[in-house]
């Protein structure tokens, strides 16, 4: 298992990788990762869980998890969206300690429509690269944590006793 290092390239806190998957191999990061499937599915090991993503589904991997994801059909496009702790832990100072959870056999709730209409502008607008990206991506992603924070976070840790 390795750990990745996450580059993130002009000045921008946030990475994004369109891929269509068929191994991405066991490893964990620092910062948060979300995998939304946009077609097909996938499968993904997370800890000692494994799930089954369809077409839709976003999960988010905390800092510190291990996981890594494969299909055996490889009909899918999947974005991985990277965002730096570092960088937005001066919004909120508990990010990095924070246990979020996106992931449902049953995405009914809206919720969850929510989560992904904030991913799919964040992707908008990084792919686009118009006018002012880098600050509507970051602002983007600002909203988008004070959503998770909101609706997603199963607790945080806290060295406080």
Known sequence: MLLEKIIYANDLPINIKLANITEYPFHFHKD?????????????????????????SVFTSNGHEVHGFHCENSDNIVAIIQISNLFFTQYFPNLPKSCYRTYTS???????????????????EYLKRGSNYKSKCIDYTIQLIHYLNLNFNLFSFDKKR
Do not use: A, H, M
């Not at 499968?43 to 869980?49: T, V």
């Open 32 to 56: 948060i990762e979300f995998i939304f499937v946009l077609k097909g599915n996938i499968s993904l090991k997370n800890g000692c869980c494994t799930y089954e993503l369809p077409e839709g």
């Open 106 to 124: 049953e995405e009914t709730d809206s919720r969850f429509d929510v989560l992904r209409q904030k991913l799919l502008l964040i992707i908008w």
